[in-house]
């Protein structure tokens, strides 16, 4: 309860032949009040455009003593790959070793609201790699990254939040030249011709209503907006959000609305420019604690204008550029989930639910559709719960219909699971029953027969054994198939796994009664 010292630890061995790096991460994250450490491999979260959950072999450190934090960190995050040992493997490409740290400093404070700088740099050492001899160059990066967050509540019911973030990312150290649109202040040695800087943008504003709200947000992110802290970034695009949400009738029912509009080709230099207008709504009608009901609706629209490659090609005749693609996707979905108490006491609990859902995705060009699927799923469900034994069943129907430029596949699948623990819920058994039909136009093309079974054991509190099979039957018909007789297969795949959860020590144990840590 003083020193929390979690550790991880996963191997993972996938064979002599280099495919691709193992998967062998050692981690530790000891903390005490208001310091936490993080060694080994490991990931930081400062912000969605700076560093987001990138892995790294390093270490960190959160101080959090009061209205004020720090944080940061320091550590490698890619490995040097030689090109010599990627003779038999063109799916890898040859790396730098890039190393990378970077710091969080913040205030949350009531009067002053929650404000912060985030700093991350990124470098790939040039000397890292023994030979050249590749058919591409290998193109060394830096990155220099910097966000700066606030969220302050203005008066009692407005509050605001906001980030802006800069990262200026160098794509080749070796490149030769400058960006003369770089300002004089950040010409360093390490920037060249390859440099450049980018922005991302991202405002709110909410204005409380009673126990509801309306918020409108803002985002902006440049084309080829990325830094060296994240693995992937929506970029090139621009979008504004206006939100509600309110309850009603005493609470019993919650109306949630949301509605957007977003666009790409910030630069205009793209051929095409894609508009998409997002609007989702949900309402929770709960009257009593026995009966729950929620409805679900978004409708996603996408506009695509495409400029011809006759508007670069041929400019003397005008009337060529008319010609312009005007193309639209439309996809709604509609969800119901119902869920109702049938009766509940101290002996056993009974409930009954039910969802339902339809999905509908079409392609129209010049008013026109082109392409059109519809999506139906129902399941209802029966669940039966005995309250001093744990001992549960669930009987369950799902039915399924997809529908693909007019033709028609159907699912229908029943389902029957039972559980119950043993010798005071140290042994926890499990074993469910499940069969697929498939009808394809109308005519069954099969089936799946699924059965499955666990059991999870723990002995001492530390040790735990778990057990689990699964045994599947396959039959196709020789309709819906190019076969001219019934296929069928077998498949059993058994599992057993055991896991120790070790605790060294007890700083508890060892105090003296009245004794405090400082």
Not at 2 to 12: D, K, R
Not at 180 to 202: D, E, G, W, Y
Request: proline share 4%.
């Amino acid at each position: 309860g003083f020193i929390n010292a979690p550790f991880n630890f996963m191997y993972s061995n996938l064979g002599n032949q280099y495919t691709q790096p193992t998967f062998n991460q050692t981690s530790i994250h000891p903390n005490y009040k208001w310091v936490s450490t993080h060694f080994g491999t490991i990931a930081c979260n400062y912000s969605p455009y700076t560093v987001s959950g990138h892995l790294f072999r390093g270490a960190a450190i959160d101080l959090t003593p009061g209205k004020f934090f720090f944080s940061t960190f320091y550590g490698q995050f890619q490995k040097a790959i030689n090109p010599e040992n990627l003779i038999n493997n063109n799916n890898i490409i040859p790396t730098y070793k890039r190393m990378g740290g970077g710091c969080k400093i913040g205030i949350n404070d009531a009067k002053v609201g929650q404000w912060a700088l985030v700093l991350f740099s990124a470098k790939d050492q040039i000397n890292s790699l023994q030979s050249y001899a590749i058919q591409e160059p290998i193109e060394a990066k830096q990155n220099w990254t910097s966000s700066l967050q606030m969220q302050k509540t203005l008066i009692k019911k407005l509050s605001v939040n906001a980030e802006i973030s800069y990262s200026m990312l160098t794509e080749n150290l070796k490149a030769n030249g400058e960006n003369t649109a770089l300002p004089s202040l950040l010409k360093f040695k390490t920037t060249n011709s390859s440099t450049s800087i980018r922005q991302a943008i991202k405002t709110g504003v909410a204005y409380a209503i009673g126990k509801g709200n309306i918020n409108v947000a803002y985002q902006r992110v440049d084309p080829f907006y990325k830094t060296l802290g994240a693995y992937y970034f929506n970029n090139d695009l621009e979008n504004i959000t206006l939100g509600f949400s309110a309850p009603f009738a005493k609470q019993k029912i919650i109306i949630t609305a949301n509605a957007g509009l977003q666009h790409d080709n910030l630069s205009k230099t793209k051929l095409s420019t894609l508009s998409r207008f997002a609007g989702n709504g949900n309402i929770s009608f709960r009257p009593n604690k026995k009966f729950n009901l929620n409805l679900s609706y978004s409708n996603f629209l996408s506009y695509t204008n495409l400029r011809p490659f006759t508007d670069y090609q041929n400019q003397i005749n005008p009337y060529l550029a008319w010609d312009t693609l005007n193309f639209r996707q439309i996809s709604q979905n509609i969800s119901a989930n119902i869920f109702y108490i049938l009766h509940s006491d101290t002996c056993f609990i009974s409930t009954l639910s039910h969802t339902l859902t339809y999905q509908v995705a079409a392609d129209q060009q010049h008013e026109k559709t082109i392409n059109s699927n519809a999506f139906y799923n129902a399941n209802i469900s029966y669940a039966y719960n005995r309250v001093k034994s744990g001992q549960t069943i669930v009987v369950s129907l799902n039915a399924g219909q997809t529908s693909i430029n007019n033709a028609q596949l159907v699912n229908i699948c029943p389902l029957i699971s039972i559980s119950k623990p043993f010798f005071q819920k140290k042994l926890r058994p499990g074993l469910s029953l499940s069969y697929t039909n498939a009808y394809y136009q109308k005519t069954n093309s099969g089936g799946v027969m699924n059965m499955r079974g666990m059991a999870n054991y723990t002995a001492h509190k530390v040790h735990n054994f778990s057990f689990s099979f699964l045994i599947l039957n396959r039959r196709d018909s020789p309709t819906t198939s190019l076969y001219t007789h019934t296929l069928r297969s077998n498949e059993t795949t058994v599992s057993l796994a055991y896991s120790v959860n070790m605790e060294f020590f007890d700083i508890k144990k060892k105090l003296k009664p009245n004794t405090t840590i400082n």
